[in-house]
């Protein structure tokens, strides 16, 4: 409680200081805005003028869908590779390379195959999160504890049962801290491909704002960005913890 | 009915880890084997449950060679293994499950199995949410679960305290006291032996062959306070103590003053 206090006082001082600093000119309100500005600009943009809520609603959209296409695939391509270690050998040099490659490099192409719409933004994120769920899917499903399978052998239990009730429950975990991770990397793909360029979402915005030097309005979709990531990120811990209640 | 006749196996073409095992089970006989560590007890036990290749010798089970996930027997393991994502009643029914027993027996016999280990008023508990007695309890009730009229089981109570342990024997000897079961159980502890079994077949160290086979003619039913006073079961526990020195040094000084 004291803490809150102590941490709403700081944040509260920082930004009297930052508002005066930008006031006086002491540094050019060009480079760091004006925290009044700021709470306006989002204030107009959610409540008002709906700038943000509409940048930010494209933006969901596209990140959702990159996180569902790729988690659901790196799902199912992390239990193929388990179960037939064959398909793993072969497509691993090709998986690993393309993991290698730097995401955000893959965008000039995306757009040329997509054009300037949303899927060429979910693509960005896809594959990233696409990876990033494969490889903790794998890792999950190797994780699984050999007293479990020896069990499971002595009862003479089909292999469909054997992935069913032992080795699926076992990955939950690992997949789930996968699909975290993936969820906020699903985000960064699409805004990373809004900025590159774009027609919608809150990295056009960003840098359509930046561009034209509305410093206020930078740092206020920041803030939303970083709410929104946030919240994410609690969602998915909530239903986490929900669904791992056991452990 | 469990016959073993000449069984040897090594691994990897070493030397033996067991050699020239002859051991013949009766149906609902409780067996125990005991011997120093890595002499081969586990490699019996894995072979006759079919988890591995019978190499040299021949075993046989109800006449029938061994074979992972034959229904007439059960395998249990030392740790308990429960599923974490069950709860105790799911856990228990697991075995059965697999073996396609329908929902409502298997849910029925469950639910007395764990009364019977000492488990009512836990059905619902996580595996997180149950001490370490308490999770081998469970481990006990699903394997006595399963239909198998043959146990094998692979020390059980290796891993829990010394009052944990006698608490769980005791429970071990009513459950099969009512259920009657053919025992294999491999332990390190001599008074778990003679506590429970009809016979303790004592190993030599590696290569392990079978150096005596003691009856227990312990008067049933048994518990295991009781047999504390009982002078017959410490005379018991001194012979198998003794078979079991020999067969740790005895064996070997003898084969040196062969040679
Ligand atoms: N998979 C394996 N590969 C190679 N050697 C093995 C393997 N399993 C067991 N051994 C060897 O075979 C011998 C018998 O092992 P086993 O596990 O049967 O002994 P044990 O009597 O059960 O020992 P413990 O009482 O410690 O459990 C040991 O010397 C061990 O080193
Ligand atoms: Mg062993």
Known sequence: ?247 | MIEIRGLSHRFGGEVFAVQNIDISIAAGEFVSIVGPSGCGKTTVLNIVAGLLPTEQGEVAINGTPPRAGRHDVAYMLARDSLFPWCTALTNTEFGAEIRAEPAESRRRKALALLEAVGLKGFEDKLPKALSHGMRQRVALARTFCLDSQILLMDEPFGALDAQTKLQLEDVLLQLWASMRRTVIFITHDLAEAVVLSDRVLVMSARPGRVVADISIPLKRPRSVSDLQRDPHYHELYAEVWEKLEEGMTGMNTRSISLA
């Open chain 1, 1 to 247: 409680m004291l803490i809150t206090l102590g941490r709403l006082f700081f944040l509260f001082v920082l930004c009297a200081l930052w508002e005066l600093v930008s006031i006086q000119q002491w540094i050019n309100p060009i480079f760091i805005g004006r925290p009044t500005q700021i709470v306006r600009f989002l204030f107009d943009g959610l409540f008002v003028n709906y700038e943000l809520v509409i940048q930010a609603y494209w933006t969901m959209v596209s990140t959702a869908a990159a996180f569902i296409l790729g988690s659901a695939f790196g799902i199912l391509f992390g239990f193929l590779f388990v179960t037939y270690p064959l398909v793993e050998k072969f497509l691993e040099p090709i998986f690993d390379g393309l993991n290698a490659l730097p995401r955000i490099a893959l965008a000039p192409l995306f757009l040329l195959w997509f054009g300037l719409g949303l899927a060429s933004k979910i693509a960005l994120g896809f594959s990233l999160t696409f990876f990033i769920v494969l490889s903790s899917t794998v890792a999950g499903a190797r994780s699984v504890n050999t007293d479990f399978l020896i069990l499971a052998k002595t009862l003479g239990a089909s292999p469909a049962s054997v992935f069913r009730k032992i080795t699926l429950p076992s990955a939950v975990p690992s997949i789930f801290s996968g699909l975290r991770l993936g969820l906020i990397y699903a985000l960064l793909g699409v805004i990373g491909g809004e900025i590159i360029a774009a027609e919608k979402g809150l990295g056009q915005l960003l840098s359509f704002l930046a561009g034209s030097f509305k410093t206020n309005g930078v740092f206020a979709v920041l803030i939303l960005l970083s709410f929104l990531g946030g919240l994410l990120t609690y969602l998915t811990s909530k239903i986490e913890a929900r669904l791992l209640r056991w452990r």
